[in-house]
């Protein structure tokens, strides 16, 4: 049988596609690929689009967390200095910011987006892809808090 190769974009319904454009490339860093009439294709800076935010339809509702749908979209960084760098970034842009988790196999950052989308930044904490998979698959396995700072004296 075959198999998924990949996760190849996510695409978007935001209220305000100017707003939303302008934070993910401003804060999260995403370049544009392409803007048309109905959205903007955003790039990574790799291939042709990793995100696309579309105009929802008018009078269009967002569904709450814990609804039936997406619960989160994760995007990599390139490593904890960058997720570090990006946590104070969000600081400084008043980004709401959900929790802070330590997986083993990934430090992840999850915050919202303008529409209440939420988003994870993650790294990878292990050396290799299999030693991650091992990490996942260990029996009793338990997140703990990320702390990205130092806790004042």
């Known amino acids: 049988m075959p198999t998924p190769k990949r996760v190849g974009h996510v695409v978007l319904n935001v209220s305000n596609v100017e707003a939303s454009t302008k934070f993910y490339t401003e804060v999260l860093g995403f370049e544009i690929s392409r803007q048309?009439?109905?959205?903007?294709?955003?790039?990574?800076?790799?291939?042709?689009?990793?995100?696309a935010?579309?105009?929802?339809p008018e009078g269009a509702q967002p569904v709450s967390q814990g609804q039936i749908g997406l619960n989160h979209v994760a995007i990599q960084v390139e490593d904890m200095e960058a997720l570090k760098a990006f946590y104070q970034r969000f600081k400084a842009h008043n980004v709401p910011l959900d929790h802070l988790t330590d997986?083993?196999?990934t430090a992840s950052i999850y915050f919202y987006?303008?529409?209440?989308?939420?988003?994870?930044?993650?790294?990878?904490?292990?050396?290799?892809?299999?030693?991650?998979?091992?990490?996942?698959?260990?029996p009793g396995r338990k997140n703990r808090e990320l702390i990205l700072e130092e806790v004042p004296a």
């Open 103 to 105: 997986h083993g196999m």
């Open 113 to 138: 987006d303008p529409d209440g989308i939420r988003l994870e930044f993650f790294c990878n904490t292990t050396a290799t892809a299999a030693e991650g998979l091992a990490v996942m698959r260990t």
């Open 36 to 51: 048309t009439d109905f959205g903007t294709f955003l790039t990574c800076g790799k291939i042709h689009h990793d995100v």
């Open 53 to 56: 935010l579309f105009q929802a």
